[in-house]
């Protein structure tokens, strides 16, 4: 596989203070550790730090360092460290490999193809594992590990053990993780609309707010639970039998008793 170059540079300041005077003159502080050889604290410039990492786009590539003293150094990009406010890169961690020495990394999943259930179903198509862990030799690193979802359903998922053979890399992960998976869209929800109800029709409910029944039409007869009420209404006037009070009536308490009639 192709490998790419960085220029690194041999640093003795270590601390805060020392990390932030290498980023004052554009430098990153970095770290190359390996299995054989004590951690080695280096500092890389910055432009050629961003170009590589465009020429790389998130793939995993071995990457040769070119040391100021010394011989060169093949290793990984294991961490950026960046300020998630400015966004600034604050330190870099590099493993050293050997070529004759099977290494442990993660790498990228790719999904290759168009899901059936995507194109056909209407699904949608979820990356559960984004990064793989292999095992094998630099030489036989791969960039990405592609997972071919073309005759993908809905309601199915790739595992890894149902992942593609790639030649001398070995999967450490457990063969029933899920990789991808499709699945149903999800339901809109439609709210529910209520009729209202049509002016004058049987059996609409009256206004809300309306104080008691309706008024009886004009000339209506009075309900029966009237009736006392209209026994208590003024006679109409002049008519004296209605005015006298019954025969052998008491007059009511307090009232002074009417004057006899003259003869």
Request: proline share 8%; with cysteine; glycine share 8%.
């Amino acid at each position: 596989m192709k490998k790419y170059q960085l220029t690194v540079t041999s640093r003795e300041g270590k601390g805060r203070s020392a990390s932030r005077r290498l980023r004052k003159a554009e430098k990153i502080p970095a770290i190359l550790y390996g299995k054989h050889t004590k951690p080695e604290t280096l500092s890389v410039n910055v432009p050629e730090f961003v170009k590589l990492l465009k020429e790389i786009s998130g793939r995993t590539t071995l990457i040769e360092l070119k040391r100021d003293q010394g011989p060169t150094a093949l290793s990984v990009l294991q961490e950026v460290q960046r300020d998630a406010i400015t966004d600034r890169y604050l330190h870099i961690d590099l493993q050293e490999v050997k070529e004759n020495e099977k290494m442990v990394i993660n790498v990228p999943t790719h999904v290759v193809g168009e899901a059936y259930g995507v194109k056909t179903e209407a699904g949608i198509l979820q990356t559960a594992t984004h990064r793989l862990r292999i095992r094998c030799f630099p030489k036989d690193l791969p960039t990405v590990i592609e997972v071919d979802v073309t005759e993908l359903k809905i309601g199915e998922s790739i595992h890894v053990s149902e992942l593609k053979p790639v030649p001398g890399v070995e999967f450490l992960d457990d063969k029933n993780q899920t990789v991808v998976l499709c699945v149903e869209p999800p339901e809109e929800e439609v709210a529910a609309v209520v009729a209202a109800p049509v002016e004058g029709a049987a059996g609409a409910a009256p206004a809300a707010g309306a104080a008691g029944a309706a008024a009886p039409a004009a000339g209506a007869a009075a309900p029966a639970g009237d009736a006392k009420a209209g026994a208590a209404a003024a006679p109409a006037k002049g008519d004296a039998k209605a005015a006298a009070p019954a025969a052998g009536a008491k007059p009511a308490a307090g009232a002074k008793p009417a004057a006899p009639a003259k003869k």
